[in-house]
T-cell receptor, first 115, second 114 residues
Framework: AQTVTQSQPEMSVQEAETVTLSCTYD???????LFWYKQPPSRQMILVIR??????QNATENRFSVNFQKAAKSFSLKISDSQLGDAAMYFC????????????FGKGTSLLVTP | KAGVTQTPRYLIKTRGQQVTLSCSPI?????VSWYQQTPGQGLQFLFE???????NKGNFPGRFSGRQFSNSRSEMNVSTLELGDSALYLC?????????????FGEGSRLTVL
């Protein structure tokens, strides 16, 4: 089974600064999808960004970008110009191209944004 | 467009009882997945339904079951509740289009087992 590891239980960043959240995964597959989800205190998870493994170009969504290193099985999330509303739990997730829509989640990183 | 709706939002049960949770997906979405979230185990996949058929199942005992109706609404049931079943149960819907896989989550049902 694929495992997803987030080695940083908690991170802190000041407003307007940049922070990088780490994620590594273990898989023997070549075709898969990676996601970062955000779970604010209200508990509703929302998708931040996705990356298809077959794409070499790193995904970007406004202030959010990823550093996808397929050989190293690393998928980090960079948040630029951090805002107070970015404070949340961030989960890295893996989906095999063969597993339907089952996501394997990491344990999450709690991001604190300070004024 | 209404989001994913889960009911009830909070409930308290005692050991040995059973519970049914409901999930209404986003209109047009035919895939519904269920996840259990606990502080210790994190987010774990329970099962996925698509067009009333279970397509995938996680590593949970048979006490956990689910179903999906023709209108795509889904229910999950946990029988003979144990203390360890206390968790936030999240439902997610998807249009299951290839190469996307975006899940839209509900706010969850918080189950406490006493």
């Amino acid at each position: 089974a694929q495992t997803v590891t987030q080695s940083q239980p908690e991170m802190s960043v000041q407003e307007a600064e940049t922070v990088t959240l780490s994620c590594t995964y273990d898989t023997s597959e070549s075709d898969y999808y990676l996601f970062w989800y955000k779970q604010p205190p209200s508990r509703q998870m929302i998708l931040v960004i996705r990356q298809e493994a077959y794409k070499q170009q790193n995904a970007t969504e406004n202030r959010f970008s990823v550093n996808f290193q397929k050989a190293a099985k690393s998928f980090s999330l960079k948040i630029s110009d951090s805002q107070l509303g970015d404070a949340a739990m961030y989960f890295c997730a893996y989906r095999s191209s063969n597993s339907g829509y089952a996501l394997n989640f990491g344990k999450g990183t709690s991001l604190l944004v300070t004024p | 467009k209404a989001g994913v709706t889960q009911t009830p939002r909070y409930l308290i049960k005692t050991r040995g009882q059973q519970v049914t949770l409901s999930c209404s997906p986003i209109s047009g979405h035919r895939s519904v997945s269920w996840y259990q979230q606990t502080p210790g185990q994190g987010l774990q996949f329970l099962f996925e339904y698509f067009s009333e058929t279970q397509r995938n199942k996680g590593n949970f005992p048979g006490r956990f079951s689910g179903r999906q109706f023709s209108n795509s609404r889904s229910e999950m049931n946990v029988s003979t509740l144990e203390l360890g079943d206390s968790a936030l149960y999240l439902c997610a819907s998807s249009d299951r289009q290839p190469n996307t896989g975006e899940l839209f989550f509900g706010e969850g049902s918080r189950l406490t087992v006493l």
